[in-house]
Every structure is written in C-alpha cells, then in structure tokens.
C-alpha cells in the first residue's frame, strides 16, 4: 500500500496470469488495486492497477463459491478469484467513482 493510502478492502484470491493462478491477497485502496502473492509461490506474483486506469470491472465466471472477477484497463485485463465477487465489483466501481467524482465518464463506468 502507498504512502497516503486507505485501505477499503482485502480478501484472499488467486491471480491468473495465462494459465498459471498465484494464491494471495487482494487488496483494494482510496487509489490502487493490489494483489501480493503468497511466499509459498512459486515466483513471486504483484500486481498493482491504479484506480484512474480502471475502465471496467466485471464478474466473469460465478461459481458456487467463489467468481472470476476480471478488472479491465485501457492496455491490460486481470483476471481474479474472489469470494464476494459482487461485493468486490461493487466496492472498486465505488472507489473508481469517489476517485473521479467530477469525471464526465463517471456515468458510463457505473452503468457497466
């Protein structure tokens, strides 16, 4: 987490990265989306997505336990499992908002 940053929620997940998935945590900021691999890992895995990169979030996959959550930016998709998928969909649509409050795309984004 950086300097200056509020935590708003963190959860264990897995990170796809092509067809190799890293166990951690998940953790979701005022400004950044992070996901930090566990030391059991082989390779370590860190991700980092500014909130203003953020375009779409999604739930792509609803299993029965737990859900694909796919996070979307101009260049990149990262592909999540999450518990809570829906909670996790709402609380970083809600960070992304709070993040560009006064943004003519704001609209659109929530609408998604």
Known sequence: MGKGERPIAIGLANYFTGIISAGGKLLLTD???????????????ECKIEL???????????????????????????????????????SIKNAVAALNENSEGLRNFLQQ
């Open 52 to 90: 203003k990169d953020i375009v779409k979030v999604e739930i792509a996959l609803n299993l029965l336990i737990s859900q694909h959550l796919v996070v979307y930016t101009n260049s990149d998709s990262h592909r999540f499992v999450v518990y809570h998928g829906k909670d996790w969909v709402a």
């Open 31 to 45: 400004k950044s989306l992070y996901f930090s691999a566990h030391a059991i890992n082989i390779g370590r895995q």
